[in-house]
């Protein structure tokens, strides 16, 4: 494990409402120190931003959570990212992401025994992780299972949860079990 580049911050770092944000996300997260939000919450107003923009989309947005869920896990597990996959394959199982199916979302799209649906949902987050684009196909296909709001979320799941494997990785930031 390598050192973090930014500590986790204390009541100072943080300020008095990160501080109580970091409590209440740690205590969600079944963990003493959140040391993503510890980190990222000497940010200050970004920080808070960005909560208010990832709870748009989870656990706040129009895709279903176990849906959301496979996309973040797919993410955590091509990234190679320890911390997401620790917390996302945990709140997986609330909404049904069961050992066997994040078995299936870690072998990938052509994995037998995933539902069709889930299939293209998975090719399309490697596709757009691979090619930063969706080719007429896949749009299409992915069309047919979510509506044009949907749609656009997905995008920006897709890059938050990506850019945020970037973020989690490059500050080092230790995993919490």
């Avoid at 008095?16 to 990222?40: C, D, E, M, Q, Y």
């Avoid at 596709?127 to 656009?152: G, N, V």
Wanted: charged share 25%.
């Amino acid at each position: 494990m390598s050192t973090p580049r930014i500590q986790p911050g204390s009541f100072k770092d943080l300020g008095p409402i990160n501080w109580v944000l970091w409590r209440v996300l740690s205590k969600v997260a079944g963990t003493p120190n959140a040391h993503l939000f510890s980190t990222v919450g000497r940010t200050k107003g970004l920080f808070r931003g960005w909560l208010f923009f990832s709870g748009r989309m989870m656990p706040g947005g129009r895709i279903p959570p176990r849906e959301t869920e496979l996309v973040i896990n797919r993410i955590a597990y091509l990234r190679d990212c320890g911390y997401e996959m620790d917390h996302h394959s945990r709140i997986g199982r609330r909404f049904g992401v069961t050992p066997d199916l994040l078995a299936l979302v870690h072998e990938g799209p052509s994995a037998d025994g995933l539902s069709d649906q889930h299939r293209i949902i998975l090719e399309a987050t490697d596709e757009l992780l691979e090619t930063k684009d969706l080719s007429d196909t896949t749009w299409k296909s992915l069309s047919q299972e979510f509506d044009e709001k949907q749609l656009i979320e997905f995008l920006f799941l897709v890059a938050q949860y990506d850019g945020l494997a970037t973020t989690i990785g490059t500050l080092r930031v230790e995993r919490d079990f």
